[in-house]
């Protein structure tokens, strides 16, 4: 079956730019989750979903990172104002529920460079 | 708030030889604990998990680990080594929130296997 996709697999923008990263989530899964990997590190969350609800975004850096969600299946993350710092891959992951029990499946990432 | 180590950044192995892959976590009560490989340019895929069940869990590919509660460890293993296990592997520990449970991954050790 699909599992979860990303869009797109690279995206390459200059400082100060928006950008839009796109998560479909497999299908029926109701928890949403997005993270960062910076190179040689390993995933940071960012923010979860239950639903179309972020049940936590206590990982988003700053305010010009944003997520949204709003029926409960894709989901894109946002970021204003883009800087060096946030080059990154951006990993989204799916699960059918939000318990420890419940594997999150992982997407490939969108690779984000800013020069 | 949990955390998980990883001995060692990269650990390189002969083909057909012992692979052993450290981890620690910081918890006062057994979590949830896992282990995910990344094959380059893919998404994570778990590998296995413990969930307080048998102490030696045993997952895909021939892997397998061994909650220490009095080591506070989890060390991944697997007797043989294949070219196909040369890959990034994340260790990650659950933290039980009030709605969900957060997984915080370990910054991840670079196998690779040589011929």
């Known amino acids: 079956g699909a599992g979860v996709s990303q869009t797109p697999s690279n995206k390459v923008t200059e400082k100060g730019k928006y950008v839009e990263l796109r998560c479909d989530p497999i299908s029926g899964h109701t928890a949403l989750y997005w993270y960062r990997q910076s190179l040689g590190q390993g995933p940071e969350f960012l923010i979860y979903f239950q639903g179309t609800g972020a049940a936590d975004d206590s990982g988003l850096p700053n305010d010009r990172f944003f997520a949204v969600r709003p029926e409960g299946s894709v989901s894109t993350l946002k970021i204003q104002r883009t800087e060096r710092g946030d080059s990154a891959v951006y990993l989204c992951a799916s699960s059918f529920g939000a318990g420890s029990y419940n594997e999150q499946f992982f997407g490939p990432g969108t690779r984000l460079t800013v020069l | 708030a949990q955390s998980v180590t990883q001995l060692g950044s990269h650990v390189s192995v002969s083909e057909g030889a012992l692979v052993l892959l450290r981890c620690n976590y910081s918890s006062s009560v057994p979590p949830y604990l896992f282990w995910y490989v990344q094959y380059p340019n893919q998404g994570l895929q778990l590998l296995l998990k413990?969930?307080?069940?048998?102490?030696l869990v045993k997952g895909i590919n021939g892997f397998e680990a061994e909650f220490k509660k009095s080591e506070t460890s989890f060390h991944l293993t697997k007797p043989s080594a294949h070219m196909s296990d040369a890959a990034e592997y994340f260790c990650a520990v659950s933290e039980t929130l009030t709605s969900y449970d957060k997984v915080i991954f370990g910054p991840g050790t670079s196998l690779s296997v040589i011929p």
């Open positions: 413990y969930t307080s069940a048998a102490t």
